[in-house]
């Protein structure tokens, strides 16, 4: 009833043509937002939690694939610094023979030069001392047969005196 | 309203049921309480369609409000009340929720200044939905005897205590309910619009009156009605709240296993 105009209301009563109206106008809401509206809504909820989910979960993925590199680097790294390590060693190793086989090669030319220039010197100094021994000899009987005034060259010679005089000499010296 | 009252130097005093009912502005059809209810129908209509109009993953402003009421509505009152299989009922609570809160925030707007539920017709309407719905519910899931049985037969009581039980079960989930859900949402509203009618034409009454006292007085009138205005902001969102909140909770008693 719409009472309205007889000026005399009972608020706990409904005026009808209030509950028509707003039959149809609730009913015109609830059908456009459930029909356009809220399937985007919960669809969009739900594509929210999807990439918050997912998201987290890749940066799990992601953290764990990543220590997993951390740690095979590390491996990596202390096995090629124990390699490194034991290349130094080798090289140090190495260079500590070869070094001594310069070393060893140097000392036995040297004991071989100064051998050699030994014999050498010993060599000449036969030569020399022959030499001498064979002019000192020729120069003693030119003088004494300057001073004999007759040759003695030829029985000197023949005599042996002079090489046996020398003999003589250096056994004398040596004594 | 209080205003054109005020113009006509005619002030309704005291404040009466009468003040509930402007003459219609054509015919019983087009009034002020129909007409406020196609504006609210319009603003939420708009306001979800301009929301949803591009929804994007991050969203814009719009759509963070909106999916901030669907979110509320979803998570803290269907899942609440109703369990993981209540979600799916969270879109027409959120419809409905929207509706109640725009409708209640009328009181407090200038210019409407009445909710359009200070009718008790508008109640009414929402209330027996969820009355249908909770029932068509709890028939279809159950069957309509093993729902009756659950709805009105408490387990664990000896028989003769039957004869007093299921009268006061039947009035509790088929009478009581629908009742005090449209009651409890139209008398908030009523008697919201009548504190603010009493403060504000209280104190123009008191403003209009001979003794220089009396007039100065009226400022706490007034000072009243702007807190009374804050307050019935609070009871429009409150009893939007707890209207959909007992919706899904008779929702949510239908779809249970156990009384």
Request: hydrophobic fraction near 55%; avoid cysteine.
């Amino acid at each position: 009833m719409y009472l309205a105009a007889e000026g005399s209301h009972n608020p706990i009563l409904p005026i009808w043509q209030e509950l028509v109206v707003g039959t149809i106008a609730f009913a015109l809401l609830v059908f456009v937002l459930l029909k356009f509206v809220m399937p985007r809504m919960e669809t969009m909820y739900q594509a929210r939690v999807d990439a918050i989910e997912g998201g987290l979960k890749r940066a799990e993925a992601a953290q764990a694939e990543a220590n997993q590199l951390l740690e095979q680097y590390r491996a990596q790294l202390a096995e090629v610094r124990t390699e490194a390590a034991r290349i130094r060693d080798d090289a140090r190793a190495d260079a500590e023979g070869v070094r001594q086989d310069i070393l060893a090669k140097a000392r036995e030319e040297s004991d071989r030069i100064i051998a050699a220039g030994k014999e050498q010197l010993v060599a000449e100094r036969t030569t020399i001392v022959r030499e001498l021994r064979t002019e000192v000899g020729t120069l003693a009987v030119d003088l004494a047969g300057k001073i004999v005034g007759e040759s003695l060259a030829d029985e000197a010679r023949r005599a042996g005196t002079v090489d046996r005089f020398l003999d003589g000499l250096e056994s004398a010296g040596a004594r | 309203m209080s205003g054109q009252l005020v113009v006509a130097q005619d002030l309704p005093w005291p404040p009466s049921v009468n003040d509930f009912y402007p003459p219609a502005v054509a015919g019983p059809w087009v009034t002020k309480f129909t007409l406020m209810v196609w504006l609210a129908v319009g603003l939420v209509i708009i306001f979800y369609m301009a929301a949803y109009r591009n929804p994007k993953l991050v969203p814009s402003k719009g759509q963070w409000l909106a999916e901030s009421v669907y979110g509320l509505v979803r998570d803290n009152i269907a899942r609440e009340q109703m369990g993981n299989a209540g979600i799916r009922f969270a879109p027409y609570f959120t419809v409905l929720f929207s509706f109640i809160l725009v409708t209640n925030i009328f009181s407090i707007v200038p210019g409407l200044q009445i909710s359009p539920n200070a009718h008790i017709a508008f109640p009414i309407v929402l209330s027996a939905i969820s009355y249908v719905l909770y029932l068509a519910v709890g028939v279809r899931k159950h069957g309509l005897l093993k729902y009756l049985k659950m709805s009105l037969i408490l387990p664990g009581v000896p028989w003769p205590m039957h004869f007093l039980l299921i009268p006061i079960e039947f009035l509790q989930n088929f009478v009581v309910r629908p009742v005090t859900l449209a009651l409890r949402l139209f008398a908030n509203m009523f008697a919201g619009h009548l504190l603010l009618l009493v403060f504000t034409v209280g104190g123009f009454v008191m403003l209009s009156a001979d003794n220089l006292f009396v007039q100065v007085t009226s400022v706490f009138s007034f000072v009243m009605a702007i807190v009374m205005a804050f307050f019935e902001a609070l009871v429009a969102v409150l009893q939007a709240y707890v209207f959909v909140t007992l919706s899904a909770n008779y929702v949510g008693t239908s779809l249970a296993e156990e009384h």
